[in-house]
């Protein structure tokens, strides 16, 4: 990197995979569907051909989000990146405030990323996954919100803890399915 030249981050947004309809049990403890695990493969499938291996993956406690990092995961190892940094795992953080949280709240927990990470899996649920991405790129992010397995891939030149509003346009979108 040259004097001057920005360092780009890259903020990975992902809506859980399918998960079971609601039934007597807490919602937090719903599981993924069959459909569901193959889609969050295939999710990580996704990343690793476009060398979008996350350095930190922040994650909802919630059992359904917890799944799809796992079958994201795995999803990942059998594909080689192009000149990313094979044969490294990310720092994965479970974080219970991403359950059902705004898109601030999801903001902030973003922010409280260590600076050097480069690219960051955030994996969560609607409404607030769908409003963070809006948050971040008014003019590109889909009006209709992120669909299960949804990936929605913003980039920026600031630090985490700089990020605002508006300052980390899609540069792609994917919609796994397995």
């Excluded at 998960?19 to 193959?38: I, K, M, S, Y």
């Excluded at 350095?55 to 795995?74: G, I, K």
């Excluded at 409003?131 to 971040?136: E, G, H, R, T």
């Excluded at 008014?138 to 803890?161: F, I, K, N, Q, Y």
Aim: net charge negative; with cysteine; aromatic share 2%.
């Amino acid at each position: 990197m040259t004097d001057g030249e920005a360092e780009t981050r890259t903020l990975v947004l992902l809506r859980h995979a399918k998960a079971e309809q609601p039934g007597n049990g807490p919602d937090v403890e719903r599981r993924l569907t069959a459909r569901g695990h193959a889609d969050a493969a295939a999710a990580g499938a996704w990343l690793a051909r476009q060398a979008l291996l996350p350095d930190v993956v922040l994650c909802s406690a919630a059992r359904r989000t917890r799944q799809t990092w796992h079958d994201v995961a795995l999803g990942m190892t059998g594909v080689p990146p192009e000149g990313g940094p094979a044969g490294t795992a990310p720092v994965v953080r479970y974080a219970a405030a991403a359950y059902e949280a705004h898109p601030d709240d999801l903001l902030d927990l973003v922010r409280m990323v260590e600076p050097e990470a480069h690219t960051v899996l955030l994996v969560a649920h609607n409404p607030g996954i769908s409003l963070l991405s809006a948050l971040l790129d008014p003019e590109l992010a889909d009006r209709e919100g992120l669909r299960t397995t949804d990936l929605a891939v913003h980039r920026t030149a600031t630090s985490w803890a700089d990020l605002t509003p508006g300052d980390s346009p899609i540069i792609a979108r994917h919609t796994a399915r397995g």
